[in-house]
């Protein structure tokens, strides 16, 4: 999207803009399409990407997962997308998604959220 302005300067977004009707589904699809090559260890929820590893071939589930982040920190560095380091959260056992806290063998929900609908 790009805004000509009278005196013929063209000024174009770097960000997908707040507030355009179908911005979160056009930020959502993009996204999809942009890492699909990942999409079996790395999905993505909008601006969330969830990272999933485990041991294979006598690799361990540690290096598996940093083979998993030089790949996908491979493919956004290729399309220019970037991450906010505050809110990344490397090699968890548990991560919260959605109200839920996602681990290895259960899903459940989260304790902070469920203590506000019951109050």
Excluded at 5 to 28: D, R, S
Excluded at 45 to 73: P, Q, T, W
Aim: proline residues 4%; charged residues 25%; glycine residues 6%.
């Amino acid at each position: 999207m790009a805004v000509s302005t009278p005196n013929g300067m063209v000024w174009e977004w770097l960000v997908m803009p707040q507030g355009l009707k179908n911005a979160p589904a056009t930020f959502n699809r993009c996204i999809t399409h942009l890492l699909s090559s990942v999409c079996d260890f790395a999905p993505s929820y909008f601006d969330d990407v969830f990272i999933h590893s485990r041991a294979v071939n006598g690799k361990s589930k540690v290096e598996i997962h940093k083979e998993h982040l030089r790949k996908l920190f491979a493919l956004m560095r290729k399309h220019k997308l970037y991450a906010n380091l505050k809110r990344c959260i490397f090699g968890a056992s548990e991560i919260s998604a959605l109200g839920c806290l996602v681990g290895k063998n259960d899903v459940r929900p989260d304790s902070g959220k469920v203590r506000v609908i019951n109050e």
